[in-house]
């Protein structure tokens, strides 16, 4: 029971990594608070969970929605100890094709959202024995996809704010950690596959689980960042800080991603 009595937030909690979160951190003794639009997929969860959970239809990308879910939690249990910022938007496609409300929800949910939820949430994590912020980023925050720029700048913006806020922080009992994954074999990708890049499909697909035992490591240790798969990190790294190796290597990646994402559908077809 490694989060017994810990009240934990956990937005994007209606499926994939947030549905695998929550289930993990319940089964670790912890009160978990599910947040996420979806009512009634939260209601669901929350009756699977069983007692010590409760469910707030929350839009992260709405500063009053934000508010209302530290409200309604310290209402109910009195503390925050861990906030996982989860929830994500993906406006796929290149920028001129893209809607500019489709742009700005992706900038709102997966950066603006995280920032709101720190903020509102830091007064009450900063009262725990051991507070902690887990935020949910992405390889694309290391390195710029092309069809993705709007999400792909809005996981750099999430790392850069989650290690800033890291070190204002580091001489206090609250932790912030980044958790940044490459595919996810979750609706989220696998929901839309024929919009989504080839060079993704490059690497190897984790579980929503797989992910979720990342963040619960994270919320553990504070360490301030885990890649998964590692290696597919240090090549995301490599890509961004070497611009040439990255154009060397893209024809190769989309060649490797086209056939893997091949097989995905096959699965898909066949499901």
């Known amino acids: 029971m490694l989060f017994k009595d810990k009240v934990v937030i956990v937005t ?10 929550a289930k993990q951190f319940a089964a670790e003794g912890a009160k978990v608070v599910l ?6 997929a939260l209601k669901t969860l929350a009756l699977s969970i069983g007692q010590g959970s409760l469910a707030i239809a929350t839009d992260v990308a709405d500063l009053n929605s934000c508010k209302t879910l530290i409200d309604q939690t310290i209402a109910a249990f009195g503390k925050i100890d861990i906030l996982v910022n989860n929830a994500g938007y993906h406006a796929r496609g290149d920028v001129a094709e893209c809607s500019l409300e489709g742009l700005d929800q992706t900038i709102d949910v997966n950066l603006k959202g995280p920032i709101r ?13 051991h507070g902690s912020i887990v935020n949910v980023a992405s390889l694309a925050g290391r390195f ?5 720029a709007a999400y792909s700048s809005s996981k750099f913006g999430l790392r850069a704010f989650s290690l800033a806020l ?20 979750t609706g989220f990708i696998m929901d839309h596959i024929e919009d989504v890049p ?18 619960l490591r994270s919320a553990l240790d504070g360490r301030r960042e885990r890649a998964i798969p590692a290696a597919s990190g240090l090549l995301a790294t490599a890509g961004y800080l070497m611009p040439g190796l990255r154009r060397v290597l893209k024809p190769l990646l989309n060649a490797q991603g086209k056939k893997a994402k091949a097989k995905f559908l096959k699965r898909g077809a066949l499901s």
Not at 117 to 129: D, G, T
Not at 144 to 148: A, C, K
Not at 166 to 185: K, N, R, W
Request: with cysteine; aromatic share 2%.
């Open 12 to 21: 994007g909690a209606s499926s994939g990594v947030g549905e695998a979160c």
């Open 35 to 40: 947040a996420a639009r979806s009512a009634e």
């Open 117 to 129: 939820l720190s903020h509102l949430a830091l007064p009450h994590l900063l009262k725990a024995p």
């Open 144 to 148: 710029p996809l092309d069809g993705e």
């Open 166 to 185: 890291a070190e204002e922080l580091h001489e206090t009992a609250v932790t912030v950690s980044l958790v940044s994954p490459g595919p996810i074999d």
């Open 198 to 215: 080839d060079i993704v499909f490059s690497q190897p697909m984790s579980t929503a689980d797989e992910i979720a035992e990342a963040i």
